[in-house]
C-alpha cells in the first residue's frame, strides 16, 4: 500500500478510538422511548462496535469479543446468552473449510488445477482468452478456497504471464512499462474481482455466505434452511453473470493491443510440467474434499427423490447437519496416510492450526452473538419501526432489499465485507420479519452485495494485493469498481434474490 493510505488509515484509527466511546456514553444518557433498558444500552455498546468495525483502532476479532464482554459487564445479557453463539454449528462449518482449502493449498492442489485451465488448447496464446483464463480459474477455485489465498496464488501467475508480454514486445522493438501499460491493469483488475466473485458460488466461498446463513438460523428460526445445494443455485447463477458483467466492462476498458502472446502457453505448460505426477497427498486432498461435498449435496439429492419433509431428510440432517459434514472431510486430512513408515498425514496439526482463521471465527461468533441480542432485548422491532417511519408506512419488498442490498456495498467499499456483514446481517433479518417479509431474500441479497467492493485498494485482501503491484491507478479501480458494483447491486443481486432465491425456496 502506498504511504498515503498507511496516513488515512492511520487518522481512521485514531477517529474512531475516540469516536466509538464518545458515541456509546451519547446514545446511554439520551433518553429513547419506545425500547426497553436492556435494548437501550446494547444500542450504545452496539454504537461503539459498529464504529471500531469500521475505523479498527483494534483488531476487529477483539472488537468482537469486545461487544458481547460489555454485555454482560453492563447487565444486557448473562454470560451464557451473550457468549454462546461462539460454538454456533456454523463456526464448525467455517473451521472444516478452512481445513480443507489450507490442505489444498499445503499440498499444492491449487496451483495444479490452476495451471491445468490455463494450459488448456483452447486458451493458446491469445490475450484475450488468457484473460477469460485467468478470471475462470479465479472464480472457481475461491468458490472453495478463500479469496485472498486464491488472489496470492494467481497473482504471480498473472504477474508471469505479463512480463512474458513484455520480453515478446522487446524483442520486436517495442518496449512498454507494465505500470502504464492497459492490459496490465485489466489482466490486474480481473485477478482480484474474479477471486471475489468467485467467492459467492458456494457457501463457504466466502465468510460473509456463512455468516448470513448463521444469522438466518439465529433470528429467523422459523424462516425455511438453507442447504449447501440451494445456495448453490442463485450462487453460480450470480457468480456467472458478475463474471461476465466484469469480464466486458474490463476487457473493454483495457484492452490488449496485441493478437498473440508469443510465449505464454509455453511457460504455463512449463510450470504445470514443473509440478510432477499426482502426489498421494494431493489424491488423499481430492477424496477428503470429495466427501465433504457429497455430504453437502446428498441431502438435495435425497430430497429430490424422497420428498423434503420425509423421514430419511429429517434423519439424515439430525445426524449429518452440514457443519459435522464440513468437518468429516477435514478430519479425514489428519487419518489419510501419505507416508505410513514415517507416520505422515495428509495434514499436519501445525498446517490445520494456522489454516484456521481465527480472527474470523470470532468474528462471526460475536456478529452472531450481538445479532441474537438485538433479536432477544425487542431493538430490533425498534429499529424495524424506525426503517418503517423513515421510508414511509411499509416500504416495498423491492424498496426495502434494493436499500440493504446498497448500504451493504458502500460500508464493503470502505471496510471488511465481513464487518459490514455483521453491521447489516442482524438488522436486515429482524426487520424484515418485523415488516413482515420473508428474510432469507434480504440475506442473501446483503451476503452476494458484500462481495462487490470492487472500487478501492481497501475493499478487499485481492484489491489490495493487485493494488499493490503498481500496475492499477486507484482512479482505474474506482472508475471500473463502480460500474460493476452499481450494475451488480440493481441489475444482478436484486433480481436475483426477487426472483430465483424466491423461486427456489418456495419448491
Given at each position: 500500500m502506498k504511504q498515503e493510505d498507511n496516513v488515512f488509515d492511520k487518522k481512521r484509527r485514531t477517529v474512531g478510538a475516540l469516536l466509538g466511546p464518545l458515541c456509546a456514553i451519547v446514545l446511554w444518557l439520551t433518553p429513547i422511548e419506545g425500547v426497553s433498558e436492556a435494548a437501550h444500552h446494547l444500542?450504545?455498546?452496539?454504537?461503539?462496535?459498529?464504529?471500531?468495525?469500521?475505523?479498527?483502532?483494534?483488531?476487529?476479532?477483539?472488537?468482537?469479543?469486545?461487544?458481547?464482554?460489555?454485555?454482560?459487564?453492563?447487565?444486557?445479557?448473562?454470560?451464557?446468552?451473550?457468549?454462546?453463539?461462539?460454538?454456533?454449528?456454523?463456526?464448525?462449518?467455517?473451521?472444516?473449510?478452512?481445513?480443507?482449502?489450507?490442505?489444498?493449498?499445503?499440498?499444492?492442489?491449487?496451483?495444479?488445477?490452476?495451471?491445468?485451465?490455463?494450459?488448456?488448447?483452447?486458451?493458446?496464446?491469445?490475450?484475450r482468452r488468457i484473460f477469460l483464463a485467468i478470471g475462470l480459474v479465479c472464480i472457481i477455485c475461491s468458490g472453495w478456497v478463500s479469496n485472498t489465498a486464491t488472489c496470492a496464488m494467481m497473482f504471480p501467475i498473472s504477474l508471469g504471464l505479463l512480463e512474458t508480454i513484455r520480453d515478446m514486445m522487446a524483442q520486436s522493438g517495442k518496449h512498454i512499462d507494465l505500470k502504464n501499460y492497459k492490459y496490465a491493469t485489466g489482466l490486474m483488475l480481473m485477478t482480484a474481482y474474479a477471486c471475489s466473485i468467485g467467492g459467492v458460488m458456494t457457501p463457504i466461498g466466502t465468510p460473509p455466505n456463512l455468516m448470513m446463513m448463521g444469522f438466518l438460523e439465529q433470528l429467523a428460526p422459523d424462516a425455511p434452511p438453507i442447504s449447501f445445494f440451494e445456495w448453490m443455485i442463485w450462487g453460480v447463477a450470480a457468480m456467472v453473470i458478475y463474471f461476465a458483467v466484469a469480464y466486458v466492462v474490463l476487457a473493454w476498458m483495457f484492452p490488449a493491443d496485441v493478437q498473440r502472446i508469443e510465449g505464454a502457453q509455453q511457460m504455463?505448460?512449463?510450470?504445470?510440467?514443473?509440478?510432477?505426477?499426482?502426489?498421494?497427498?494431493?489424491?488423499?486432498?481430492?477424496?477428503?474434499?470429495?466427501?465433504?461435498?457429497?455430504?453437502?449435496?446428498?441431502?438435495?439429492?435425497?430430497?429430490?427423490?424422497?420428498?423434503?419433509?420425509?423421514?430419511?431428510?429429517?434423519?439424515?440432517?439430525?445426524?449429518?447437519?452440514?457443519?459435522?459434514?464440513?468437518?468429516?472431510?477435514?478430519?479425514?486430512?489428519?487419518?489419510?496416510?501419505?507416508d505410513r513408515k514415517k507416520g505422515e498425514m495428509t495434514?499436519?496439526?501445525?498446517?490445520?492450526?494456522?489454516?484456521?482463521?481465527?480472527?474470523?471465527?470470532?468474528?462471526?461468533?460475536?456478529?452472531?452473538?450481538?445479532?441474537?441480542?438485538?433479536?432477544?432485548?425487542?431493538l430490533s422491532d425498534w429499529v424495524g419501526g424506525g426503517i418503517k417511519e423513515l421510508l414511509?408506512?411499509?416500504?416495498?419488498?423491492?424498496?426495502?432489499?434494493?436499500?440493504?442490498?446498497?448500504?451493504?456495498?458502500?460500508?464493503?467499499?470502505?471496510?471488511?465485507?465481513?464487518?459490514?456483514?455483521?453491521?447489516?446481517?442482524?438488522?436486515?433479518?429482524?426487520?424484515?420479519?418485523?415488516?413482515?417479509?420473508?428474510?432469507?431474500?434480504?440475506?442473501?441479497?446483503i451476503a452476494l452485495s458484500s462481495s462487490l467492493g470492487f472500487m478501492m485498494p481497501v475493499s478487499t485482501p485481492p484489491n489490495a494485493i493487485v493494488y499493490a503491484s503498481g500496475m492499477v491507478p486507484i482512479t482505474k479501480m474506482m472508475k471500473s469498481g463502480i460500474i460493476i458494483d452499481i450494475i451488480g447491486v440493481f441489475a444482478v443481486t436484486v433480481p436475483i434474490v426477487m426472483w430465483l432465491v424466491k423461486w427456489v425456496i418456495a419448491n
Amino acid at each position: 500500500m502506498k504511504q498515503e493510505d498507511n496516513v488515512f488509515d492511520k487518522k481512521r484509527r485514531t477517529v474512531g478510538a475516540l469516536l466509538g466511546p464518545l458515541c456509546a456514553i451519547v446514545l446511554w444518557l439520551t433518553p429513547i422511548e419506545g425500547v426497553s433498558e436492556a435494548a437501550h444500552h446494547l444500542l450504545a455498546i452496539m454504537a461503539m462496535v459498529a464504529i471500531w468495525w469500521i475505523t479498527e483502532p483494534v483488531p476487529i476479532a477483539v472488537t468482537s469479543l469486545l461487544g458481547p464482554t460489555l454485555c454482560v459487564l453492563l447487565g444486557v445479557a448473562p454470560m451464557g446468552d451473550a457468549f454462546a453463539n461462539f460454538a454456533n454449528p456454523m463456526i464448525f462449518l467455517f473451521m472444516g473449510g478452512f481445513l480443507l482449502a489450507k490442505a489444498m493449498m499445503v499440498n499444492g492442489l491449487d496451483k495444479r488445477i490452476a495451471y491445468g485451465i490455463m494450459s488448456m488448447r483452447w486458451v493458446g496464446d491469445s490475450p484475450r482468452r488468457i484473460f477469460l483464463a485467468i478470471g475462470l480459474v479465479c472464480i472457481i477455485c475461491s468458490g472453495w478456497v478463500s479469496n485472498t489465498a486464491t488472489c496470492a496464488m494467481m497473482f504471480p501467475i498473472s504477474l508471469g504471464l505479463l512480463e512474458t508480454i513484455r520480453d515478446m514486445m522487446a524483442q520486436s522493438g517495442k518496449h512498454i512499462d507494465l505500470k502504464n501499460y492497459k492490459y496490465a491493469t485489466g489482466l490486474m483488475l480481473m485477478t482480484a474481482y474474479a477471486c471475489s466473485i468467485g467467492g459467492v458460488m458456494t457457501p463457504i466461498g466466502t465468510p460473509p455466505n456463512l455468516m448470513m446463513m448463521g444469522f438466518l438460523e439465529q433470528l429467523a428460526p422459523d424462516a425455511p434452511p438453507i442447504s449447501f445445494f440451494e445456495w448453490m443455485i442463485w450462487g453460480v447463477a450470480a457468480m456467472v453473470i458478475y463474471f461476465a458483467v466484469a469480464y466486458v466492462v474490463l476487457a473493454w476498458m483495457f484492452p490488449a493491443d496485441v493478437q498473440r502472446i508469443e510465449g505464454a502457453q509455453q511457460m504455463i505448460r512449463q510450470r504445470a510440467a514443473e509440478l510432477g505426477r499426482w502426489t498421494r497427498a494431493q489424491k488423499n486432498t481430492v477424496l477428503a474434499f470429495g466427501v465433504a461435498v457429497v455430504l453437502w449435496v446428498l441431502p438435495s439429492v435425497l430430497s429430490l427423490i424422497y420428498g423434503p419433509q420425509s423421514d430419511i431428510i429429517k434423519l439424515y440432517n439430525s445426524h449429518v447437519p452440514e457443519g459435522l459434514a464440513a468437518m468429516i472431510g477435514a478430519l479425514l486430512l489428519f487419518f489419510l496416510p501419505v507416508d505410513r513408515k514415517k507416520g505422515e498425514m495428509t495434514l499436519t496439526w501445525k498446517d490445520g492450526l494456522e489454516g484456521i482463521d481465527w480472527s474470523t471465527l470470532l468474528l462471526f461468533g460475536g456478529g452472531l452473538a450481538l445479532g441474537s441480542l438485538i433479536y432477544s432485548t425487542g431493538l430490533s422491532d425498534w429499529v424495524g419501526g424506525g426503517i418503517k417511519e423513515l421510508l414511509g408506512s411499509t416500504p416495498s419488498e423491492w424498496m426495502f432489499i434494493g436499500l440493504f442490498c446498497f448500504v451493504t456495498l458502500l460500508l464493503a467499499e470502505f471496510t471488511s465485507h465481513t464487518a459490514a456483514i455483521n453491521l447489516m446481517g442482524s438488522i436486515a433479518i429482524s426487520t424484515a420479519v418485523s415488516l413482515g417479509y420473508n428474510p432469507v431474500p434480504a440475506a442473501v441479497g446483503i451476503a452476494l452485495s458484500s462481495s462487490l467492493g470492487f472500487m478501492m485498494p481497501v475493499s478487499t485482501p485481492p484489491n489490495a494485493i493487485v493494488y499493490a503491484s503498481g500496475m492499477v491507478p486507484i482512479t482505474k479501480m474506482m472508475k471500473s469498481g463502480i460500474i460493476i458494483d452499481i450494475i451488480g447491486v440493481f441489475a444482478v443481486t436484486v433480481p436475483i434474490v426477487m426472483w430465483l432465491v424466491k423461486w427456489v425456496i418456495a419448491n
